[in-house]
């Protein structure tokens, strides 16, 4: 529901799916498959394949997006999208006068707390610590809602649930005591991890968390390699951003490419 033409809404593999059709217009030659490694130091960037082939080009875009942090607990995998949600932006109108949970205690889950206000009955927000990390002003602004309850020392041993989805959430208190909770969503807030596992991160300049860092013409520290979207170190991450980064990213490298001898 983030992206916009869509009146009644798309999943994200009918958007990928009309986005291939498209490309697929002007003929544009694609290939699938695996990378084992990556040489973008000199002039010619070298992409190393599984099964011993290479391919070279004289300019590369990183796509390789981030993926949300996971808790790891029983019915996390089997309820993702059924109840379980890594994204408040896009999910929160779907939980309407219901009671649902935030797990996190960081700027972005405080602040996404706050936006869910607008749609659920109830938002309770469990952190593992004592204390909240989110910056005090969040925390007072989020404390201050009627709509929004903590849970600190407690975190999140199984999500629950049954054929329509999310039922309820068994927790684990950090006195050694345990309870349950009845929502009907949870939104797990706890980071986005950088799907960096195959870039030369010894050559390329990253952020702290292992996100790449560019300018705004997408140009990485590397002449000739850009990124867009997810992978790029950022505040925000939708997919109507990351569109508008990847059409960026392609014209500075058309440029790249016209100022080469």
């Keep these: 529901d983030n992206y916009p033409g869509f009146v009644e809404g798309i999943s994200g593999f009918d958007l990928v799916e009309k986005m291939a059709a498209h490309a697929e217009r002007f003929d544009l030659a694609t290939r699938t498959a695996q990378i084992s490694a990556l040489d973008l130091r000199g002039k010619s960037k070298i992409l190393y394949l599984e099964g011993g082939e290479r391919l070279t080009a004289q300019a590369v875009i990183i796509c390789t997006g981030g993926s949300p942090g996971k808790l790891g607990v029983p019915g996390e995998q089997a ?3 059924k109840g379980v949600s890594y994204c408040a ?6 939980y309407r006068n219901q009671e649902i949970a935030v797990v996190g205690g960081g700027n972005t889950a405080i602040q996404e707390a706050l936006h ?3 749609f659920a009955s109830k938002v309770t927000v469990i952190h593992r610590r004592r204390e909240l990390r989110a910056t005090k002003v969040v925390q007072e602004k989020a404390m201050a809602s009627d709509r929004i309850e903590f849970l600190l020392d407690t975190r999140v041993a199984e999500i629950t649930g049954g054929a329509g989805g999310v039922e309820g959430l068994r927790l684990a208190h950090n006195d050694g005591t345990s309870s349950t909770l009845a929502v009907s969503g949870v939104f797990i807030l706890i980071g ?3 799907n960096n596992q195959l870039l030369p991160l010894n050559d ?3 952020d702290e968390y292992g996100f790449i860092v560019t300018d705004t013409e997408m140009k990485t520290s590397l ?3 850009f990124a867009a979207g997810d992978i790029r ?3 925000f991450r939708q997919i109507v951003n990351a569109a508008g980064e990847g059409a960026t990213a392609e014209l500075s490298a058309e440029q790249y490419l016209a100022q080469l001898d």
């Design 89 to 94: 932006t896009c999910d929160g109108p779907f």
């Design 204 to 206: 390329l300049t990253t």
């Design 223 to 225: 002449p000739g390699v």
């Design 192 to 194: 986005v991890v950088p």
């Design 79 to 81: 309820y993702a999208g």
């Design 116 to 118: 869910l206000t607008k």
């Design 233 to 235: 170190s950022k505040s």
